[in-house]
Nanobody
């Protein structure tokens, strides 16, 4: 089991930027597929972005495409979510998720929350208008 700790959330004005970090307890990010999800009040948790282990192939929800970037630093065992041009509708609790995948799925991007076993506690992002 991998422990995940998110940080970097906060209050920002519309049009601003934030960078979320997800530090893992794993000694290495090897074979970990990672994702960022968010949950706004009264809404279901939704995928924001995901990155595969092999080749770091990425996926973005349509609502954040062109504004958010997911990346990872294997030396620091950390995954990031750079969020630019933030909008009030981006306000939510953001969660990092990880799943250790077998070789056959190294190139797969996991976009469903049911595919992830390990979750962080979440970090609040609030975008004011």
């Amino acid at each position: 089991q991998v422990q995940l700790v998110e940080s970097g959330g906060g209050l920002v004005q519309a049009g601003g930027s934030l960078r979320l970090s997800c530090a893992t307890s794993a000694r290495t990010l090897f074979s970990l597929a990672m994702g960022w999800f968010r949950q706004a009040p009264g809404r279901e948790r939704e995928i924001v972005a995901a990155i595969s282990w092999l080749h770091s192939t990425t996926y973005y929800a349509d609502s954040v495409k062109g504004r958010f970037t997911i990346s990872r630093d294997s030396a620091k065992n950390t995954v990031y979510l750079q969020m630019n041009s933030l909008k009030p509708e981006d306000t939510a609790v953001y969660y990092c998720a990880a799943e250790k995948v077998p070789v056959i799925r190294w190139g797969v991007i996991l976009t469903s929350e049911t595919e992830y076993s390990d979750w962080g506690q979440g970090t609040q992002v609030t975008v004011s208008s």
